[in-house]
């Protein structure tokens, strides 16, 4: 059974920085693309970064290019999401996600696991 176990969430002021983690068990990490999404209250989920099975193409979306980076570590089943200068409309329950596509993932679609969900939480 896969598992995908968020954290790092919390409170940060604009303009500061958090990292999230994923932690992935239950299938061969190194084999699948994993990414990135967020819900804000009131709004849909929606895409935020996605990465390669081999870590080689990144994707994100516009709202948060330059100010996001996602990385993985296929040693240790786990993918990362920086986040920098962090703006008040960036507060969400962050969502890790894994799938076969990079691609299809920031399209939003061809998610086969969720993460429960981390929350984000940014002061003005």
């Known amino acids: 059974q896969v598992q995908l176990v968020e954290s790092g969430g919390g409170l940060a002021q604009a303009g500061g920085s958090l990292r999230l983690s994923c932690a992935a068990s239950?299938?061969?990490?190194?084999?699948?693309?994993m990414g990135w999404f967020r819900q804000a209250p009131g709004k849909e989920r929606e895409f935020v970064a996605a990465?390669?099975?081999?870590?080689?193409?990144?994707y994100y979306a516009d709202s948060v290019k330059g100010r996001f980076t996602i990385s993985r570590d296929n040693t240790k089943n786990t993918v990362y999401l920086q986040m920098n200068s962090l703006k008040p409309e960036d507060t969400a329950v962050y969502y890790c996600?894994?799938?076969?596509?990079?691609?299809?993932?920031?399209?939003?679609?061809?998610?086969?696991?969720w993460g429960k969900g981390t929350l984000v939480t940014v002061s003005s």
């Open positions: 996600a894994q799938g076969t596509s990079a691609r299809t993932m920031a399209n939003s679609y061809g998610v086969d696991y």
């Open positions: 239950g299938r061969t990490f190194s084999n699948y693309a």
């Open positions: 990465i390669t099975w081999s870590g080689d193409r990144e």
